[in-house]
């Protein structure tokens, strides 16, 4: 009987055999790579993906599916299935066990991506790379830069923490249902060395939020209870800026200024 797919927990099922290649293609697992599978769903990439791999770990939230995945009774001894929270799970605790970074693939559902996107980087030291399956919108946020439309908080944080390179489009006809919107593949790769300092971790994450809350104000107004008269201009930084005109090292200057005593 063939899985129905969950509202509650976002099930958009790819089941296009073109689609599935190209990720794979994508990915060009090796024999020995340390890859998890996020939301393996009914398991239509999982398969491809255990034709090539020694061992594949795949975590999921749905019972059922958790059942039908360790029923692949082919697959004993290569396929390890974790019954759990995506949003919760220790990815840093399975690369120790694992003896290495984990290379992670997933088809994720739109309304946690962003959650688990900053789940899964604060534990960058354990993540070789990613490809995720995510709506086309947020992708194109994921990869915007400064001046452009999309170009935001997702945009700077993930900036700090690893390169976005887009793939590939994917229609809604790839999937079961057929959602209402297009989706798009993105690697993501942690960088080993930040490219811009920011200080503290928190104070960073606080002024690209509060900035891009007021992105119609200028920056003086954005981030008035954040900073003292006249520290933007002695940064060099134009206090009459719009919060998307700035490059995310100007965000990362700013809150190593604020990680200064006195400030």
């Known amino acids: 009987m ?23 293609a994508a990915v060009n697992p090796a024999a020995d790579d340390r ?4 939301g393996p769903g009914p ?16 975590i999921e939230i749905d019972r059922d599916l958790v059942a039908n995945l360790e029923a692949m009774s082919q697959y004993a001894g290569k396929l390890q299935v974790h019954s759990a929270d995506a949003l919760r799970f220790d990815f840093a605790a399975l690369a120790e066990e694992r003896g290495g970074p984990l290379r992670l693939i997933g088809n994720l559902p739109y309304n946690i991506s962003t959650p688990l996107l900053f789940h899964v980087l604060s534990q960058s030291e354990a993540i070789h790379d990613m490809h995720f399956m995510l709506q086309k919108e947020v992708v194109e946020r994921m990869a915007a ?27 809604p006809g790839a999937f079961r249902p057929s959602p209402k919107v297009s989706s798009a593949v993105v690697r993501l790769i942690p960088h080993t060395t930040p490219p811009f300092e920011v200080g503290s971790p ?8 509060r900035a891009f809350s007021y992105r119609r104000k200028t920056l003086r107004n954005a981030l008035k209870d954040m900073l003292s008269p ?34």
């Open 43 to 58: 398991g239509t990439l999982t398969e491809p993906l255990l034709a090539t791999l020694e061992r594949l770990d795949v």
């Open 145 to 171: 830069g400064p001046g452009n439309r999309t170009y935001g908080r997702l945009s700077v944080m993930l900036a700090w923490r690893c390169s976005v390179s887009p793939l590939f489009g994917v229609g």
């Open 230 to 263: 006249g520290l933007l201009e002695t940064l060099d930084i134009d206090p009459s800026a719009r919060p998307e005109t700035l490059a995310p090292a100007d965000y990362g200057t700013i809150s190593r200024a604020l990680s200064q005593p006195g400030q």
């Open 202 to 209: 928190r104070l960073f994450g606080e002024v690209v939020t």
């Open 2 to 24: 063939q899985h129905q797919p969950r509202k509650r927990f976002g099930q958009n099922f790819l089941h296009d055999p073109a689609v599935i290649a190209r990720i794979v």
């Open 35 to 38: 890859v998890v599978e996020i």
